[in-house]
């Protein structure tokens, strides 16, 4: 199946160990605030499956997978395909609009993926696509075993295409307010797998690949990737306040957007691998395994900040590093500010430089 996003099993090989955060009630209403209104155009558009089947191919329609990738069973999508050979109606799919003239999937990723499977002869898990469980005029037919009419009809079929697209702001964000209601499977989606989808491209591959560092998955304490992407989100954080924490304006959900879309389409990261190569080492060599589990579960504020002083310090880490990352962590204003309103300015702004200055001064 073509896809320009990665799939649950391409995150990462084996055992899940799942990611403990501490809870902290700002980072949870950062997280679901939202931009109040939106100017926004749509539009119905009746495409064949032939020219979605195209389109698929040749990347203009681009379906995100996240973690659920294909849950529908061999029988289902068989029931999908004898549904449109018998001319019965089958429900719309929402695509929404890129800048760039290419459509993402917003809803109906299972019944494209089972049209262009399909086509292909292959099931996304590898398996050989023969309709099964339907009309014995069409069991056990693969694509190439249809009669030439059944294979015309099939083609021709209209599926009927809600497309949305932003007019104001002049950005995507509300590409995330559409995934969260409509049908993700009853899961709603986190920022950072939106992000994945919204602003896939170099940039993010990019990132996905330093999140298999394995210095960063000892600093983390989770060997395999998080299927929420929680990790990745980190990084995310992580390189944009250490690009331009001075330029921090809440929300910290659309700071990080703001900084994957103006890098989406970056192929020279030169300087942000140098700072994440900077921080990971120096940071795992000085504080050791885990070291922003300050009391339960990986505390965000704190990785932030504290890997941000690294990252930026024109010094060596002096040696007597951890004990004054203790002081540090003892602080009275930083304690509040990695507790309470993590996501406010003056929070942010904060803690990095209180992290600088007691770590590296």
Known sequence: MRSAHLSEGAHGQGAQVAMEFEAIASETEDAKSSVAFYEIISYPADYTLEVLHSKSRHQDLLIPRFQRGFVWTHVQASRLIESFLMGLPVPGIFLYKERSQKNLVVDGQQRLQSVFSFFEEELPDGRVFYLKGVNKRWEGKSWPQLGEDDQLRLKDCVLRATVVQQVHPHDMTSVYHLFERLNTGGTTLTPQEVRNCVYHGPFNDFIIE??????????????????????????????????????????????????????????????????????????????????????????????????????????????????????????????????????????VMDRIELATRILFA
């Not at 998080?226 to 250490?242: Q, T, W």
């Not at 020279?268 to 795992?284: C, G, Q």
């Not at 890997?307 to 930083?334: C, G, W």
């Open 210 to 347: 330093l999140n298999t560092d394995p210095g960063w998955r000892h600093i983390l304490g989770s060997p395999t990737p998080d299927k929420r992407m929680r990790d990745i989100e980190l990084i995310v954080r992580l390189l944009s306040l250490a690009e331009d924490y001075k330029g921090y304006a809440k929300p910290m959900k659309d700071f990080m957007s703001g900084f994957m879309k103006r890098h989406q389409w970056s192929t020279d990261n030169a300087p942000f691998h140098s700072t994440f190569h900077k921080a990971v080492p120096s940071v795992l060599r000085c504080l050791g395994e885990r070291p922003f589990h300050v009391r339960k579960g990986l505390n965000a504020a704190v990785l932030d900040s504290v890997m941000v002083a690294f990252a930026t310090a024109d010094a060596e880490p002096p040696s007597n590093i951890k004990t004054r990352y203790k002081q540090l962590l003892r602080h009275d204003r930083y304690a509040q500010a990695i507790t309470s309103g993590t996501t406010d300015v003056e929070a």
